[in-house]
């Protein structure tokens, strides 16, 4: 057997999610199409129309993203879906030369990539609270072991040829840090929450708007080339707590 599904997912023997990708796209754009009937009513205010897309079209498309191992081409045909639809759902043609900014700025919808993503963060900080003799901490243990080159056992040995991006890999490169820092971090539950890759572009994003504003704003710093500049976010530095930290946080490189 090479292929089974479980739980609504198809598992096959290689471990690639791409065949899932492309089965939940195809699940996903039929959805999508029956609901044209809703995307062309005037008295829907868009609004309710985005949030019939998140809960009807996007939680099937998203079904068991969390435990996928993407590539970049998965991402992609994720993100062109995801892009698709809103279009659909605003009445923009192809023809219209309306930019993904554009689109972007009237649906407020995050990309799927980082949904997913949080997803991926949210499963490890589950299960890594789970108590030691439970199969799925043992599990992925036994991953975490691997990643770091620590074999199961004296005669064990990989098998031969390169080694396909693990999903640990991919909780990696969300949070920039090793899977041993991670595994200590998620211990805590309010701490993880708010390590959320979701949360952390968005403030990296609002502190980089802030800096912009405040020295467009202010005559003294008014011929300061930003390009020169690089602005260090340390932990606990938010927007709301002033410009004062932010400008004690400004090095020069």
């Not at 292929?3 to 999508?32: C, M, Q, W």
């Not at 952390?200 to 912009?212: K, P």
Request: charged share 25%; with cysteine; net charge positive.
């Amino acid at each position: 057997m090479t292929k089974f599904t479980y739980l609504g997912l198809d598992v096959v023997s290689d471990s690639s999610s791409t065949p899932e990708v492309h089965r939940r796209i195809g699940l996903a754009n039929s959805i999508l199409g029956q609901l044209d009937g809703v995307w062309r009513k005037r008295r829907l205010s868009l609004n309710t129309k985005l949030r019939l897309y998140t809960s009807l079209v996007q939680s099937v498309l998203l079904h068991g993203s969390e435990t996928w191992t993407l590539t970049k081409a998965d991402s992609a045909r994720l993100q062109a879906f995801h892009r698709k639809a809103q279009r659909r759902i605003l009445n923009i043609k192809w023809h219209d030369f309306v930019t993904n900014d554009s689109v972007r700025s009237q649906t407020k919808l995050t990309d799927l990539p980082l949904i997913i993503a949080d997803r991926r963060h949210s499963l490890l900080g589950h299960v890594c609270r789970l108590p030691p003799d439970m199969p799925a901490y043992n599990i992925l243990q036994h991953c975490v072991n691997l990643s770091q080159g620590r074999c199961p056992a004296p005669d064990w040995k990989r098998p031969p040829g390169r080694q396909r991006k693990t999903w640990i890999q991919q909780v990696e490169e969300d949070r920039g840090c090793t899977i041993d820092s991670l595994w200590s971090s998620a211990r805590d539950r309010s701490l993880w929450r708010s390590l959320r890759p979701s949360l952390v572009r968005h403030s990296s994003q609002s502190v980089s708007e802030f800096f912009g504003n405040f020295v467009s704003k202010t005559h003294r710093f008014r011929d300061i080339q930003l390009s020169k500049y690089t602005v260090t976010l340390k932990p606990g530095l938010w927007v709301t707590q002033g410009h004062r930290k932010l400008y004690h946080s400004i090095r020069h490189p």
